[in-house]
Structures are given as structure tokens and as C-alpha cells.
């Protein structure tokens, strides 16, 4: 069984950078991929960005490529998101999730393990 817990959320100007972070305990790390995903009031969960269990192979959403960038650490069994030039458009509460197997994949249903939730506001 693995636990997730995010932190790094708050409020933002648009334009401005934010770093989110995730801490998994239990499990074996490294058997899983690790993926973001965000849901805004009234809105569906939306796939953010995955990462594979070697930290090599990454996937975005269209609507983040470009400005948000995944990566882990496999030592301290973290993963982190870090949000740029953020749009009012990305306020959401932003999961994390660790996945069935150790490759990133972009379906809800990949990922059983997730933590509670992190509020992101952008916003004057």
C-alpha cells in the first residue's frame, strides 16, 4: 500500500511559478510510475503530467507542455511538479498518483494509489 501526501499549493498571480511536491511512504517506490493530475470545480479529474519509475520517460497534458516539468527522486521517494507561467485557467486541486506499473500512463483508472489533494489558486 502506498501513501501520498502533496504539499508547495497556494495562491498565485498569473505569470508566476509554483513547485508542488509529493511524498509517497509504504510500497517500493520504484515499482511505479508517478503522474499529476488536477481537477477544477464541476470538472472531471485531467491528466497533468507522468513519469516512469526511472524518472527517463515523461508525459504532459497539451494544456501544460511547455510550462510544468515532473521529476522524481528516487532516493528520498519524491516527485515534484513545477508549474511556470501560470494561467487562472490551472486553478484546480492537483493530486498525485502512483500507478500499477512502473510506466506513465495518462487514464484515471491506471493509478489506484492517490493522495488528498492540493489546492493551486491563480488568480489577481
Known amino acids: 500500500q502506498v501513501r501520498l501526501s502533496e504539499s508547495g499549493g497556494g495562491l498565485v498571480q498569473p505569470g508566476e511559478s509554483i513547485t508542488l511536491s509529493c511524498v509517497a511512504s509504504?510500497?517500493?517506490?520504484?515499482?511505479?510510475?508517478m503522474a499529476w493530475f488536477r481537477q477544477a470545480p464541476e470538472k472531471g479529474r485531467e491528466f497533468v503530467a507522468g513519469v516512469s519509475w526511472s524518472g527517463v520517460t515523461t508525459y504532459y497534458g497539451d494544456s501544460v507542455k511547455g510550462r510544468f516539468t515532473i521529476s522524481r527522486n528516487n532516493g528520498d521517494n519524491t516527485v515534484s511538479l513545477q508549474m511556470s507561467t501560470l494561467k487562472p485557467e490551472d486553478t484546480a486541486v492537483y493530486y498525485c498518483?502512483?500507478?500499477?506499473?512502473?510506466?506513465?500512463?495518462?487514464?484515471?483508472?491506471?493509478?489506484?494509489?492517490w493522495g488528498q489533494g492540493t489546492q493551486v489558486t491563480v488568480s489577481l
Open positions: 509504504g510500497g517500493t517506490f520504484n515499482e511505479h510510475a
Open positions: 498518483a502512483a500507478g500499477k506499473t512502473g510506466w506513465p500512463e495518462r487514464h484515471i483508472d491506471e493509478y489506484p494509489f
